[in-house]
């Protein structure tokens, strides 16, 4: 199995992104997609791009995809009440989405106050090494739906993560998502207007948790995320 990472930019602002674990043989496929993606993403045109491949050289983490809601109704708000996450906190979380800051990776913070955990600047906490596998072949999902999955499923399999709430950056897509471990992973329709590159991810967390395992966690172990 090989790890498969691609990252785009112009001028040093993040473009697009993509990643995958796959075999040998699908190697060439996913470079050629991701090299597309890259080049020809609605965001602009890119100054830089990079692709690495590594080889898996140690046993995947097995995790049990969440669950996909989709409730034209369900409110944010009331989501992250539910998971734990303070209104004060998830207030915080859409100033950081909404700001200039571009950020390359997740931005955790504490579920009660708000208060930025991490220290990655505006690198951000990056959720690498993961690939998604499909045990229900008649099931339609989008190849976009299924990276969003991939991602939430990890981070919120990780003891002391309440919830994350993500808006993506590209200009035309503005469904979001709010996912916890206990709620599935919920779509959130019309989160942004269109023509915008506003966008981010947020991860709550409770101020006890051990900030150094899980960033290695996400950023290191091998995840095999089952649909």
């Known amino acids: 199995m090989y790890s498969i990472k691609m990252r785009a930019s112009n001028n040093d602002i993040h473009i697009s992104g993509a990643e995958t674990i796959c075999e040998f043989e699908d190697l060439e496929k996913n470079l050629k997609k991701f090299f597309k993606k890259g080049f020809y993403h609605e965001n ?9 491949i590594e080889k898996i050289t140690e046993p995947m983490q097995k995790l049990q995809a969440l669950t996909i809601k989709e409730n034209k109704d369900i409110r944010i708000k009331d989501l992250a009440n539910k998971s734990g996450v303070s209104e004060k906190a998830l207030e915080q979380g859409f100033i950081h989405i909404k700001n200039d800051v571009t950020y390359t990776g997740a931005i955790v913070l504490s579920a009660r ?11 951000g906490v990056r959720v690498t090494s993961f690939a998604f596998k499909n045990e229900k072949q008649s099931e339609n999902i989008s190849e976009r ?11 919120n399999s990780f003891e002391g ?48 948790i051990d900030l150094k395992k899980y960033i290695a966690f996400l950023e290191q172990r091998p995840k095999q995320i089952i649909y």
């Open 44 to 52: 602009g045109a890119i100054d830089f791009l990079n692709l690495k």
């Open 113 to 123: 106050t708000g208060e930025r955990l991490d220290l990655t600047g505006n690198r």
């Open 145 to 155: 739906v299924k990276d969003a999955l991939a991602i939430a499923t990890s981070i």
């Open 161 to 208: 993560v309440k919830g994350e709430l993500c808006v993506s950056d590209d200009l035309s897509y503005t469904t979001g998502y709010y996912a916890s471990f206990n709620l599935g992973y919920h779509r959130i329709f019309n989160i942004k207007s269109e023509g915008t590159r506003i966008g981010g991810r947020v991860i709550f967390v409770d101020e006890d």
